[in-house]
């Protein structure tokens, strides 16, 4: 293949580009935003969890509150009543009198322990609801900090795309004024080579594989017109001379 030095510069050019071009698309892809995301987001997840667990916790206690509660008010009410009944006078037999005190003293423990429940219950109550107001502000604070680094990365994508979308209409505009056999090829080698289509020949080094190049391919390369396409014998990377390949 024959192309003009000049092509062959200006597709350097186009290297020079395709790898900024390169660059940027990993660094849009490695932005820390996306770790420092992933790392908030999976801890939000988390404390969301919990503070489901410390709701729904603060919930079931706030229902088995109210149940004991009203055991506690059926028990009182049926000791009121029977008190009503002994201070009555209604009640003449020893022997009934003496089932109603018993009675009365058993409604009494009763009470006293379902009332020890109550507080029980009301301390695993008041426990949750201080995990749960713990939790959302730990939830509302780490929001922040996620909606903070999507702000960020944003920006930065914006950069990023911004920079990209000049250099890609540059490299347009510079593509347009290579040969398309040469740029077809460079394509090719370049979507082969790990991005590296073309690289230049310095102090006899190809750039591309960074391996000198051997006596024997010098001459080769010292011998071919300027015009020639040649080619690196250990990447087969187009290869491009310039005033500094050391032929």
Do not use: W
Not at 31 to 36: K, N
Not at 72 to 99: C, F, H, I, M, Y
């Amino acid at each position: 293949m024959n192309a003009a030095p000049a092509d062959q510069i200006r597709l350097l050019e186009v290297q020079a580009l395709d790898s900024r071009i390169a660059q940027l698309d990993h660094k849009r892809r490695n932005l820390p935003e996306h770790a420092e995301l992933e790392r908030l987001n999976a801890d939000l997840t988390q404390l969301r969890d919990l503070l489901v667990a410390a709701t729904t916790e603060e919930s079931d206690t706030a229902r088995e509150q109210t149940k004991a509660e009203q055991d506690v008010d059926l028990v009182r009410q049926r000791a009121v009543r029977d008190q009503q009944r002994l201070d009555s006078g209604v009640l003449t037999s020893p022997k009934d009198l003496e089932n109603l005190q018993r009675e009365l003293a058993s409604l009494a423990k009763r009470q006293s322990d379902l009332e020890d429940v109550v507080l029980e219950i009301m301390e695993r109550r008041e426990s949750a609801q201080e995990r749960g107001a713990e939790f959302t502000g730990r939830v509302e604070s780490l929001e922040a900090k996620v909606a903070e680094a999507e702000q960020r990365k944003a920006a930065a994508l914006r950069s990023l795309d911004a920079e990209g979308f000049t250099i890609a209409k540059e490299r347009e505009e510079l593509a347009a004024g290579v040969p398309d056999d040469l740029l077809k090829l460079y394509d090719k080698l370049r979507s082969q080579q790990g991005g590296i289509g073309a690289a230049r020949l310095y102090q006899k080094r190809c750039e591309g594989c960074r391996l000198e190049l051997n006596i024997t391919e010098l001459n080769d390369v010292r011998a071919a017109p300027a015009g020639t396409v040649v080619r690196c014998e250990n990447c087969r990377r187009i290869l491009v001379r310039t005033a500094d390949s050391g032929l």
